[in-house]
Each structure stands twice: as structure tokens, then as C-alpha cells.
């Protein structure tokens, strides 16, 4: 029988914030896949985990996976980890877990933290529907567009970002999405300076401007209000996207309505004319 590939979540900032099943599961299998082998090396430490450590990084991931599976193949279980949070999300993981799935291994969870879900769930905005982007492009064009695209998007809107970029990002909202738009960032999670900021990017812009943030940070976009909606070019595409997710025509017009703040006449005659 194969091994089981275990997605094994690490602390975000507080080495408390391990599970006892994480550590049972360190301790037990015979091998640890780590991100960075150091920085792993210290909470096998603190936690008196002895297990030998391999490195998966987003440099060697490809190559990396065929050995790992190779590993699973003889029967051993491995676990996966990244140096903090859940591993696959914005670090190493996915390459390994679609092969293995691939090759009918099991894989298998050990939740604990993961920054962007700790921070939505004290955010105080919505947290359903979300979206989440992980780290946006680095060029202020790739990422406008991006932001651009999710334009439309009722939801509230995720991102992680390094400190150095922030105000970069945080110019490319004001550009897109108008002054207003709800932010709030959530930085330095768990941590001794944990500290969530909340107001429009205008106002977080300035804050920013007289003291630079530091350290960790996720970044969390209301869902776009009415009057920040781009009303569709064409509302037959608008349509037939709802009517792919099983409504039916009048709901999604009578969705559509509702979303843009625009008549159903309006939607309907433009259908209407199409057919
Ligand atoms: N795998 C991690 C997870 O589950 O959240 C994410 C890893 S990603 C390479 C690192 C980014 O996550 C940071 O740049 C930051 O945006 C976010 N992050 C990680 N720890 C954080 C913390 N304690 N507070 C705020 N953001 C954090």
C-alpha cells in the first residue's frame, strides 16, 4: 500500500498555534518535506521532533515531486510543510498533491492556520463570498489589470503583499477601484505587533505615507459597492454566464437588475434584441 501525503499547517508567527495532531504527525512519519529546511529545523526543535528533513521549494518542486511520490510509492507516508501556514497556499504544494492524486496516493490535511483566513475572520467584512489572489503581479500595469478584471467581483477581495510594495498596491485600489473602497490590512498576525487597519485607500494611503508598515500583512478589499460597478458593454455575456450556473433566464436578469442597479427592462431589451 501506498504512503500518505500529509498537508501538514505550521504556525503563522506563534509557535503555540501548531496542532497536537501536527506534531503527532512530525514525530511520526519518516520524513519531512520543508520549504526551508532551517527555518523548519527550528520548530522540529522546539517541539523535540527528530525526523529527517528533505527540501521542496518552489525552485526544485517539478523534480523534487517525482522523487517524493517515489517515496509515497514504497509504502512511507511524508509530510508536507512551508514555513508557516498551510503549504499550497502561496508556497510550495500543489505540484505534489495533483501527482499524487494522480497516482491514487492519499492525501490527507492537518488544518491549522493560514494568514488571509485569520485575518478575514477579524476583519469585520464579509466572509463569504471571498476571493482570494495570493500575491498580485510585481508591475504596477500586470496588476492593475488584475485588479481591473475583479472589478465587478461581489466579494471581498484578498491579497497577500510584502511591506515594500504596499503602498504601490494600495495606489494601483485607488486607481481602479476610487478613493472609497473599504480596506483593511491585517499585519503581523499572531504576532507581538499584530494590528489590523481599517479605512477607505485614500485615508490608509495617507496613513501610510507618514509611517511605513512593517512586517507581515494581508490586504482585504471590500466587495466593490454600486456606484463602483462598471455597467457591463454587453449584458447577453452578463446573461449567459448566469445562466451557465443553472438560472434561468428571467433570474438572471432579475440578479443582474439587482447587482448593477439598473432596470430588468433594460437587460431584457437588450437580450431581446440579440435573438
Ligand atoms: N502559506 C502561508 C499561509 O497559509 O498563509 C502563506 C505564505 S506566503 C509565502 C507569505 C505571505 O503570507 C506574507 O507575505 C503575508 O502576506 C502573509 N502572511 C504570512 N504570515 C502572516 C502573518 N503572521 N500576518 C499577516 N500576514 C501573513
Redesign the pocket.
Known amino acids: 500500500m501506498d504512503g500518505t501525503l500529509f498537508l501538514c ?1 505550521t504556525p ?3 509557535l503555540r498555534d501548531i496542532s497536537i495532531r501536527a506534531v503527532e504527525i512530525l514525530k511520526a512519519v519518516p520524513l519531512i518535506a520543508a520549504e526551508d529546511t532551517r527555518q523548519t529545523l527550528k520548530l522540529l526543535n522546539h517541539f523535540e521532533i527528530k525526523t529527517k528533513l528533505t527540501s521542496y521549494h518552489q525552485h526544485n518542486e517539478k523534480s523534487k515531486s517525482v522523487e517524493l511520490i517515489e517515496h509515497l510509492k514504497l509504502g512511507k507516508d511524508l509530510a508536507l510543510v ?10 510550495p ?1 500543489e505540484v505534489i498533491v495533483k501527482e499524487a492524486i494522480k497516482q491514487g496516493i492519499k492525501v490527507d490535511v492537518i488544518p491549522g ?7 478575514l475572520v477579524i476583519s469585520g467584512l464579509p466572509t463569504s463570498p471571498i476571493y482570494f489572489g ?2 498580485l503581479p510585481n508591475s504596477s500595469k500586470a496588476r492593475q489589470e488584475e485588479l481591473k478584471k475583479l472589478k465587478n467581483l461581489i466579494a471581498t477581495q484578498i ?4 511591506p515594500h510594495r504596499l503602498d504601490k498596491f494600495l495606489a494601483d485600489v485607488l486607481d481602479v477601484r476610487g478613493n472609497t473602497t473599504e480596506v483593511v490590512i ?6 507581538l505587533h ?1 494590528e489590523l487597519l481599517r479605512g477607505s485607500v485614500g485615508e490608509l494611503i495617507e496613513r501610510i505615507s507618514k509611517t511605513p508598515l512593517k ?5 482585504y478589499l471590500a466587495p466593490p459597492v454600486l456606484e463602483e460597478l462598471d455597467k457591463p458593454a454587453d449584458w447577453n455575456i452578463e446573461v449567459d454566464a448566469l445562466l451557465g450556473t443553472g438560472l434561468d433566464r428571467k433570474q438572471a436578469i432579475k440578479a443582474l437588475a439587482d447587482k448593477y442597479g439598473v432596470q430588468k427592462r433594460e437587460i431584457y431589451n437588450a437580450v431581446m434584441k440579440n435573438e
Open positions: 499547517a503563522i508567527g506563534n512551508s514555513d508557516a501556514g498551510l503549504p499550497g497556499i502561496s508556497d504544494g492556520p493560514t494568514a488571509f483566513v485569520s485575518g495570493g500575491f491579497f497577500y503583499e510584502s491585517a499585519r503581523e498576525l499572531t504576532k499584530q512586517g507581515e500583512m494581508v490586504i
